[in-house]
């Protein structure tokens, strides 16, 4: 798998990359690849130099949810923390739009997953520009003050926060989940025919659907205007699911073994003694 042909690199189309994919014994080798992870993890988080954040947007019923089930179970729960941002509550609207986000990051040793991201400000709020006057702007008193030129500009501030975050030892991923109308619509379908999937439904679900088009110009501009060489972003074709948690789970280790994490070594003081509690513990 060559992760540069789900990068995306100067200007994209959405509608060029493939939303279907099927790699033969996807979850066989995903097996081996979450061993690794787990073993490249412990090690990251004994150094402690780096910490790693995981962007995932897609459409509902993309798959976000059992992705990261499937990827990181076996990595120890202490590695890896994962937020799920859903529609801001009244103390974070009383900040800016990257507060919620920024307190939420992984500490050096971990590994973040943002399940649906800040970039929801440029996604979502752009659907529905109504949506930014809960943030009571100061600069916003009509509609026609939430144009292209003011989402434009809340990307690079992203553009600027995701820099910040690289300098300072967090590895940026970010991921598009890219679904196909088709798949959603059986997808969605699964969850009102079988009972036990039924919670999973809303008829909010429906209504999205229908400004599916819109969402995609959306994603493809932020796409566009967000892939930055220090935090990039992978389309992966999301209507198989064991294709693309394999693909996104190889583009996450590859990237950290990049880094070549290192326990660190005993003070030379304490060496010097390892013998000795070594003696104390075996004479209880």
Known sequence: MDKENYKVKNNIKLADFD?????????????????????????????GKYSMLICLQGMDTSGKDSLIREVFKDVNARGVEVHSF????ELELKHDFLWRHYIALPAKGKIGVFNRTHYENVL?????????????????????????????DRMERINNFEKHLVESGTIVLKFFLNLSKEEQKNRLLR???????????????LKERKLWDKYQFCYQDLLNRTSKEYAPWFVIPADDKPT????????????????????????????????????????E
Do not use: C
Not at 86 to 89: E, I, R
Not at 126 to 149: A, C, K, Q, S
Not at 260 to 266: A, C, I, Q, S
């Open 244 to 283: 693309a948690r394999l693909l996104l789970a190889d583009i996450v280790l590859e990237e950290l073994e990049k880094y070549n994490f290192k326990e660190p070594v005993l003070p030379t003081k304490i060496q010097a003694q390892v013998e000795e509690f070594k003696q104390q513990l075996n004479n």
């Open 86 to 89: 859903k529609v801001p509550t």
């Open 19 to 47: 939303t279907k994919e099927v790699i033969d014994e996807a979850k066989k080798k995903l097996k081996k690849i979450r061993k690794k992870l787990s073993d490249i993890q412990d090690t990251m988080y004994a150094e």
């Open 191 to 205: 969850r009102l025919n079988l009972p036990e999937k039924n919670w999973k439904f809303s008829a909010g679900d």
């Open 124 to 152: 979502v709020t752009r659907v529905h520009p109504e949506y930014v006057f809960g943030e009571n702007l100061p600069t916003i008193n009509t509609l026609e003050d939430i144009n292209d030129d003011f989402f434009h």
